[in-house]
T-cell receptor, first 114, second 113 residues
Framework: DGGITQSPKYLFRKEGQNVTLSCEQN?????MYWYRQDPGQGLRLIYY???????QKGDIAEGYSVSREKKESFPLTVTSAQKNPTAFYLC?????????????FGDGTRLSIL | AQSVSQHNHHVILSEAASLELGCNYS??????LFWYVQYPGQHLQLLLK??????LVKGIKGFEAEFIKSKFSFNLRKPSVQWSDTAEYFC???????????FGTGTLLAVQP
């Protein structure tokens, strides 16, 4: 079945360490997205990529970095500069980056900083 | 700045009751509107969407939503809820050339059998 795979499901890291969250899709979608979900705040866009080798900052990009070297992969690195990294992270993709294309979501990674 | 407001944070209903979840947005141009649902333990999935045309859109599982441009609203409705509708519901909007979604804070619906 086609879909979006996020790994791991749960991730624990010590404060001050960088950590990379994986997102892979086999839907052949051009566009990919990273969101952060906090209780009572809904989803907020961190970074998005419209096509391979391209990415743009979202609303809360500070303390995060991404790469898009392959169409199917869009890893997110949470750096030590992110002041409050404990959250639920969701990856999504859409067929094209056009605004009328619905986004498909992965199951998420819950990151906890110890 | 673009924003989406969902006024109902928690809703508790009995089975067979009617449902209406409010969603208001703030955006100055043409918008695309979405409702997503997250069932317990599952990923977010699209419930319905509006791009243009008939302002009353029908989605999966008997849900519908009405776009009222003059009120900047896109309320979600279902005539008779079931226990299996227990989930968190998110309204989202985008506009312009890119697919940058702005989400509301979500409404947690609990349906009692």
């Amino acid at each position: 079945d086609g879909g979006i795979t996020q790994s791991p499901k749960y991730l624990f890291r010590k404060e001050g360490q960088n950590v990379t969250l994986s997102c892979e899709q086999n839907l052949n979608h051009d566009a990919m997205y990273w969101y952060r979900q906090d209780p009572g705040q809904g989803l907020r866009l961190i970074y998005y990529s419209q096509i391979v080798n391209d990415f743009q900052k979202g609303d809360i990009a500070e303390g995060y970095s991404v790469s898009r070297e392959k169409k199917e992969s869009f890893p997110l690195t949470v750096t030590s500069a992110q002041k409050n990294p404990t959250a639920f992270y969701l990856c999504a993709s859409s067929i094209t980056p056009q605004a009328n294309q619905p986004q498909h979501f992965g199951d998420g990674t819950r990151l906890s900083i110890l | 700045a673009q924003s989406v407001s969902q006024h109902n944070h928690h809703v508790i209903l009995s089975e067979a009751a009617s449902l209406e979840l409010g969603c208001n947005y703030s955006y100055g141009g043409t918008v695309n509107l979405f409702w997503y649902v997250q069932y317990p333990g599952q990923h977010l999935q699209l419930l319905l969407k509006y791009f243009s045309g008939d302002p009353l859109v029908k989605g999966i599982k008997g849900f519908e939503a009405e776009f009222i441009k003059s009120k900047f609203s896109f309320n979600l409705r279902k005539p008779s809820v079931q226990w299996s509708d227990t989930a968190e519901y998110f309204c989202a909007v985008n506009g312009g050339a890119t697919n940058k979604l702005i989400f509301g804070t979500g409404t947690l619906l609990a349906v009692q059998p």
